[in-house]
Nanobody, 124 residues
Framework: QVQLVESGGGLVQAGGSLRLSCAAS????????MGWFRQAAGNEREFVAV????????YYSDSVTGRFTISRDNAKNTVYLQMNSLKPEDTAVYYC?????????????????WGQGTQVTVSS
């Protein structure tokens, strides 16, 4: 079993930055591709970013490309999401997720573990 705990959310003004963290316990994170998803009120959960097991490959949704950066530190069992140039439309609950491959995480077809989420609110 793996427990994922997100942190770093909060309230920020448009144009600002936040760094989310996802800490894992119970099992090494290095065996999983890791992703971030978000869900705004009234909307479905959507994919944001994914990083491969070694960190060598990343992929982003069009809406965050160039503004967000996903990274990981397997020694610390932690995944990060650096969010810059935040916009009000980035407001959502952000979730981290662990899956066997980047492709299954992106598609949402195979997610082994989810975190509980952290709220990000961007004011205009």
């Amino acid at each position: 079993q793996v427990q994922l705990v997100e942190s770093g959310g909060g309230l920020v003004q448009a144009g600002g930055s936040l760094r989310l963290s996802c800490a894992a316990s119970g099992r090494t994170l290095g065996t999983y591709a890791m992703g971030w998803f978000r869900q705004a009120a009234g909307n479905e959960r959507e994919f944001v970013a994914v990083i491969s097991q070694t960190g060598g490959r990343t992929y982003y949704s069009d809406s965050v490309t160039g503004r967000f950066t996903i990274s990981r530190d397997n020694a610390k069992n932690t995944v990060y999401l650096q969010m810059n140039s935040l916009k009000p439309e980035d407001t959502a609950v952000y979730y981290c997720a662990a899956g066997p491959r980047s492709s299954t995480v992106v598609a949402g077809t195979k997610i082994n573990y989810w975190g509980q989420g952290t709220q990000v609110t961007v004011s205009s």
